[in-house]
């Protein structure tokens, strides 16, 4: 399967490698690429064994899975990601500036109408377009870790976001699979607002003695049906994450809901970070 489009993705951590396979796995040819050089062969090791996994469960077989390999591209440079390509995806560090400085590098080699987004979770799209030449063909395409397995991706309009832009995501989004949901730039947009409030309450209920970690989560999975409950959440998503995004939504909307729990801040502050580094509301390091 290939439909001739190319995507660049930028930034090869753990989102930014979920998205460019399942743009590889829809038929896009698919360029990655970061700026830490041991980053990509990294990258394409967890998309193989992902891809590996997909093939013992069915889901692929073993030529879908060499094929999407064939169109996963290690770009060495920003630049030669992006030259020519017609969908533009960044991934990196949720750091305002270095959105916004990577996204201008790219738009001055990607296709003059090429479609621009960005990965973010919860800052601004609008304050991110800034620097872009054409902020009409900007969005967010907010997807969920991880990437392979998760049906929803948030578009985040914009104000200056075109009706073309806006359907042109749709088409993407429902054709790599996924399920989309439109939503307008608000801090924390609909996901992340909701789903933080619920982790920052299970924390503080967890200070409080309330109940073990395991059985918050498990109250929140048997009882309200969710997959996966906040805390052991929290520790995929990373508690560094977390605490970004709680800061960030606790400066531009206040209210004690979004305030940091002291064990948040304490776990960061140790280097515990869950599931990345191996302790966290969890022991990630017992098989």
Known sequence: MTNDRTVAVIGAGTMGAGIAQVFAVAGWSTRLT?????????ARERISANLDGAVARGKLDDEGRGAALGRLM??????AAC???????????????????VLARAARAAKADALFATNTSSLSIASIAER???????????????????KLVEIVVHGSTSAETREEALTVVRGLGKEPIVV????????????????????????QGVAS??????????????????????????????????EYLHRTLGGTQFEPPAIL????????????TGQGFYDWTSP
């Open 34 to 42: 970061d700026a830490r050089a041991d980053a990509l062969p990294r």
């Open 132 to 150: 872009l030449p054409r902020p009409e063909r900007f969005l967010g395409l907010h997807f969920f870790n991880p990437v392979h397995i998760m």
């Open 74 to 79: 290690l770009a060495p440079s920003l630049a």
């Open 83 to 101: 030259d020519g390509t017609e969908v533009v995806i960044e991934a990196v560090v949720e750091d305002l500036a270095a959105k916004q400085e």
């Open 265 to 276: 801040r304490q776990l960061v502050a140790e280097g515990k970070l869950g599931k990345k």
């Open 213 to 246: 970690a395991a059985d918050i989560d498990t109250a929140m999975e048997l009882g309200y049906n969710h997959p996966m409950g906040p805390l052991r959440l929290t520790d995929v998503v990373g508690l560094d994450v977390r605490l970004s995004i709680a």
């Open 184 to 207: 307008e730039d608000s801090p924390g947009f609909a996901s992340s607002r909701l789903g933080l409030v619920l982790g920052l309450e299970a924390m503080r209920m967890l200070e």
